[in-house]
């Protein structure tokens, strides 16, 4: 059931509560006592069918709106030590997977992945095929990229070694909107990464823009909606703005918070989903299809691949910021916002010899209410909804059931009921409450956690 603290949220009708983009979020994991070795985690799963997240924690910059686990500019020879350890890593974690192990999907994120060069982006590659025994070229494999890195010489090495999409965070095609929340790029670097992402033939093109930027108007937001709908990306995703801790626009707003109302904070609520609303119907007049809040895609753009559930199948994680899932477990090395926190991670990762990565040290046990919750979550937010016949091979009950605090949602005209294809599914307006539902479905115990988590 949702607690007090939820349905407050609710009732305030703010959109914008948190991005939901796992359940739980890290914040909730803890210091596993004891460590359980690898092996032993992953004894009992399925796998046959996995996701491969490789993270590079490096930038040329951090945005000012950035909270990723990333370190920007560092030090000359991190990159090849980082890559060291994480190929000491991968030996570790291909052991304790055994025989049979195959990939569905795999992703590089960071950070920003290209950041590294060309030959240490083939050293990555490398790892992934020649010590996972990742079959590169034969699945959906994705790579981030910024304007700055989406070099030629880099994007050959992607498209040499197999990736099939590279999503580029531009934010916006304005200048001075993009300093507003400390990205400090050039049009022309934009333009000239997104001719060199086309020109290198890899077949799906994904761009980032953000609305809710201080001085943002709908005509300077359609006006990056259709300058990126020039290059025809096979998708895109629209993020709201969020200001966050430990960011440089926490920093910012911290020093302005005597200044500010609520008055304008709900200002900017209005702002936000004003600007999501004249976004969504632009995409969609434009031909693409609404997945998620976020996400808009061409319909038959995708890649196909071998089948992958993400309610179901799991993750290998590899890297100092990467997680990974299990059925019951998912975890990850230690979690921080803050540079010098992050550093200290990172240091920790490099110095680590192969038998540093035998177990699974930070993490959250997911007992059957919390997959059950995930499963929802995971579902719910996408515009295909929750098919509730799969539900209930999955998990032996009835979602309504299981949370019948789901007709309030209804009671706001946020659900629609069961329709011929059995799934449930958000309405328009429940879609762009994404961000209010998804934190409102958390159990009480993943919140306390977060709640109770030391930012740093």
């Not at 090849?80 to 190929?87: Q, R, V």
Request: glycine share 10%; hydrophobic share 40%.
């Amino acid at each position: 059931m949702t607690s007090t603290t939820a349905e407050a949220e609710l009732a305030a009708g703010s959109p914008y509560q948190d991005y939901v983009y796992a359940y739980p979020h890290k914040t909730a994991y803890r210091p596993l006592r004891p460590p359980p070795p690898l092996w032993e985690v992953w004894a009992g799963e399925r796998r046959d069918a996995l996701f491969l997240y490789l993270h590079v924690p490096f930038c040329e910059m951090r945005c000012g709106f950035c909270n990723l686990f990333t370190q920007s500019l560092p030090a000359a020879e991190l990159p090849g030590a980082y890559l060291d350890a994480l190929g000491r890593q991968a030996a570790v974690v291909g052991d304790a997977l055994g025989d049979g192990t195959r990939y569905a999907r795999a992703a590089v994120g960071g950070g920003t992945p290209t950041y590294l060069d060309p030959d240490q982006l083939d050293r990555l590659f490398d790892i992934a095929e020649g010590v996972l025994g990742v079959r590169l070229g034969t699945i959906p494999m994705s790579v981030e990229t910024s304007p700055a890195t989406a070099t030629a010489e880099r994007l050959r090495v992607l498209r040499d070694r197999g990736v099939t999409r590279v999503s580029i965070g531009v934010q916006s095609f304005l200048e001075a909107e993009n300093r507003q929340v400390g990205r400090p790029q050039r049009r022309a670097e934009v333009e000239r990464a997104l001719t060199a992402i086309r020109a290198s033939g890899v077949p799906v093109l994904n761009i980032d823009l953000m609305y809710g930027i201080d001085g943002q108007t709908g005509a300077t937001w359609r006006a990056s909606l259709d300058a990126a709908l020039s290059h025809r990306p096979e998708e895109f995703y629209l993020y709201p703005l969020y200001v966050r801790p430990l960011t440089g626009l926490g920093r910012r707003r911290r020093r302005s918070r005597s200044t500010r109302s609520s008055v304008l904070w709900t200002s900017w609520d209005d702002q936000r989903m004003r600007l999501y609303r004249e976004g969504r119907e632009h995409l969609l007049a434009a031909g693409y299809q609404q997945v998620s809040m976020r996400m808009f895609r061409l319909p038959g753009s995708g890649v196909a691949g071998p089948a992958y559930c993400c309610q179901d199948d799991g993750m290998v994680g590899l890297g100092s910021g990467a997680r990974s899932y299990t059925t019951a477990l998912h975890y990850s090395f230690d979690y921080a916002v803050g540079s010098a926190s992050v550093k200290s991670i990172v240091a920790d990762f490099l110095e680590r010899s192969a038998h540093g990565f035998t177990t699974a040290e930070i993490g959250f046990w997911l007992d059957d209410e919390e997959q059950r919750r995930r499963w929802l979550l995971k579902s719910l937010l996408r515009t295909d909804g929750v098919d509730l016949l799969a539900y209930r091979r999955r998990f032996g009950t009835g979602l309504a059931g299981d949370f019948p605090e789901l007709e309030r949602l209804g009671e706001l005209g946020w659900l629609e009921g069961m329709g011929s294809d059995g799934r449930l599914r958000l309405t328009a307006e429940g879609l762009a409450f994404s961000d209010t539902i998804g934190p409102w479905l958390f159990s009480d115990g993943v919140r306390a956690a977060m709640d109770a988590w030391e930012l740093r």
